[in-house]
């Protein structure tokens, strides 16, 4: 983030302060959006629960076998 900051510093200060105003803006937005998200799939029942439980369990390992295959092919092609 610190080379966008600066790149927009340099053509004004106003606009390295919209990136990290923009920044911020989005994060604590996507903050309040996951708190209501899961707020509401806690008033759905314990089946849904459950449900949403295994599904972020299967992305999730999904995300770390693709992680160590990026990672052992990035290994072997740099030997």
Same mark, same amino acid.
């Given at each position: !983030?610190? /080379? !966008? #900051?600066? %790149?927009?510093?340099? &053509?004004? /200060?106003?606009?390295?302060?919209? #990136? *990290?105003?923009? $920044?911020?803006?989005? *994060?604590?937005? #996507? !903050?309040? %959006? !996951?708190? $209501?998200? $899961?707020?509401? @799939?806690?008033?759905?029942? /314990? &089946? #849904?629960? &459950? ?6 369990? *299967? @992305?999730? @390992?999904?995300?770390? *076998? ?10 072997? @092609?740099?030997?």
């Amino acid at each position: !983030m610190g /080379p !966008m #900051v600066l %790149g927009g510093w340099r &053509k004004s /200060p106003a606009s390295g302060a919209a #990136v *990290i105003l923009g $920044f911020y803006v989005t *994060i604590v937005s #996507v !903050m309040i %959006g !996951m708190i $209501f998200l $899961f707020s509401a @799939a806690s008033n759905l029942g /314990p &089946k #849904v629960s &459950k449900s949403l439980l295994g599904l972020s369990s *299967i @992305a999730l @390992a999904c995300l770390g *076998i693709y992680q160590l295959w990026q990672g052992s092919s990035t290994l072997l @092609a740099s030997m």
